[in-house]
């Protein structure tokens, strides 16, 4: 079965950087694009960021433009996100999730599976 | 950007209800529009892709309707384990917005 694991949260100051991973297991990784939604604690979610299955193409919301990298290994079958100068308004669980293949979807992309997310706490 | 704009932010509603959820988008997003549950402390749950196809194992008493920049979620008749909060999110085009999100609470 799909199985999404995020690691890498913690408290970190203002202006640090943090790295988080997903590693993914039950599907074959290389064939799915991957994204990272985040929810700030009692708000709605947030969707950050989509890599395609390849790695070629990398999309991200406006707010971490500029401060945070999508990237993926398909050797490792892990997810990345490497968020670099941290503000408070970042502090959230990230969880990272499937892009659902169009011909399984009616041409849809819904965000299929998710991971537990994984808690990042911005603060001096 | 595509906006998503849920209404209402929240309901109350008893075992039984039905209940209908909607979901407007700023610009036509076809039938691109996908429904997720979340209930506290848990990932949110697929319930709905392209606008009104239900996933696997999600309860006949879901369905999704519209097209275009209006587009509903409906329960037919509202069980104890649906008091939840849901969302609905656009894949017509990056960034993928979800909506702010309706709760669910019983009344």
């Known amino acids: 079965q799909v199985q999404l694991v995020e690691s890498g949260g913690g408290v970190v100051q203002p202006g640090r950087s943090l790295r988080l991973s997903c590693a993914a297991s039950g599907f074959t990784f290389s064939s799915y694009g991957m994204h990272w939604v985040r929810q700030a604690p009692g708000k709605g979610l947030e969707w950050v960021a989509l890599i395609w299955y390849d790695g070629n193409d990398k999309y991200y919301t406006d707010s971490v433009k500029g401060r945070f990298t999508i990237s993926r290994d398909n050797s490792k079958n892990t997810l990345y996100l490497q968020m670099n100068s941290l503000r408070a308004e970042d502090t959230a669980v990230y969880y990272c999730?499937?892009?659902?293949?169009?011909?399984?979807?009616?041409?849809?992309?819904?965000?299929?599976?998710w991971g537990q997310g994984t808690l990042v706490t911005v603060s001096s | 950007d595509i906006q998503m704009t849920q209404s209402p932010s929240s309901l109350s509603a008893s075992v039984g209800d039905r209940v209908t959820i909607t979901c407007r988008a700023s610009?036509?997003?076809?039938?691109?529009l996908n429904w997720y549950q979340q209930k506290p402390g848990k990932a949110p749950k697929l319930l709905i892709y392209?606008?009104?196809s239900l996933q696997s194992g999600v309860p006949s008493r879901f369905s999704g309707s519209g097209s275009g920049t209006d587009l509903t979620l409906t329960i037919s008749s509202l069980q104890p384990e649906d008091f939840a909060t849901y969302y609905c999110q656009q894949s017509y085009n990056t960034p993928r917005t979800f909506g702010g999100g309706t709760k669910v609470e019983i009344k």
């Open positions: 392209a606008a009104s």
């Open positions: 610009q036509s997003i076809s039938s691109y």
């Open positions: 999730a499937t892009d659902g293949p169009p011909q399984d979807y009616g041409g849809s992309y819904p965000l299929d599976y």
